[in-house]
């Protein structure tokens, strides 16, 4: 089914448009919910996922606007070794993360304390991630060479204060540009790039198991998908093969939660994926602030199975996350 182009704003006269979309809200503003100064305060939302991978080394990383508690994180694998050579890993005071609610602001979502100069913008033709984390230097550019982004608009269960999210998930970039750690350099020409921009009035206690990945087939065609299970009601679940984007039914992830390591499976309830994690690396971090705590894993490797009618092979990472925020 041809996905309806996502709406110029999420939320219209205190009304969410709950749906997937082909496409980008011209803004994420929530400002319309009937929400006080103090609710919006401590349970707005909104982070900045990026990921560049060839056949050697990744590089991905977040800044997550979290209100009390931000946060901001990259690492680095190399992939010929299967371990982080870099994995740097920042808490930040509130005044110190920017975040815009419409895309052609810049930065998108920026960061700026001590050793932390890094900001996420989005362009005409994509996406660049640039600046400095700690001995980490980006300059990273994610141009859509496919169909681009899925949104998903999705409803938040919090009692009797419901929330609003909006999440914007791009998978079949083409990325370039370079990263540099503790006297090393690496050059990416044509590599892989995935990106998920999240905003919302999210609920204090919050879950997810999440899977994201890109890639082409041996014919050249462009393959991606977006899964969920937990979180979003499910309406971030998506694939792109090809120049289409569609959405997909419900996902089921089996895996180890005490060894994210070891192998991932996640498959959907109409049949559409279902594919297997191998992962050759785990960025983990348990924080544990008493009011703010997150307990996260993320692997990356690469997925093998079926998406479609095509059997696939493709880069990517799967993710548990667990916020009381």
Known sequence: MTLPQAPMRPVVDGRADFGTFAGACETTSLSSLPVNRLRRYVQEKGWQWFCAVDDDLAVGGAVVDAGLANTAFVWVLDRTRGRLVADESRLLPPTTVRRADRPGERPRIGADFRDVTLGATERDSGFSVAGQFGPVTLDLSLTHDGPGPVTAICPVDEGRHPGVNVTQKSTCLSASGSVDWRGRSHTFDGADGMLDFSHGLLARDTRWRWAIATGTTADGTPIGFNLIDGFNSGLENAVWIGDERRAVDGAS????????????????????????????????????????????????GTWRGTVGDHRVELVGVAETHHAKW
Not at 260 to 269: F, L, N, Q, R, Y
Not at 277 to 291: A, C, K, M, Q
């Open 253 to 300: 992830f089996t895996f180890d939660s005490r060894n994210p390591a070891s192998t991932w499976t996640v498959e959907t309830d109409d049949g559409v994926v279902d594919v297997r994690l191998d992962p050759e690396g785990v960025r983990s971090e348990d924080t544990n602030l008493g009011l703010v705590v997150s307990r996260y894993a993320q692997p990356l």
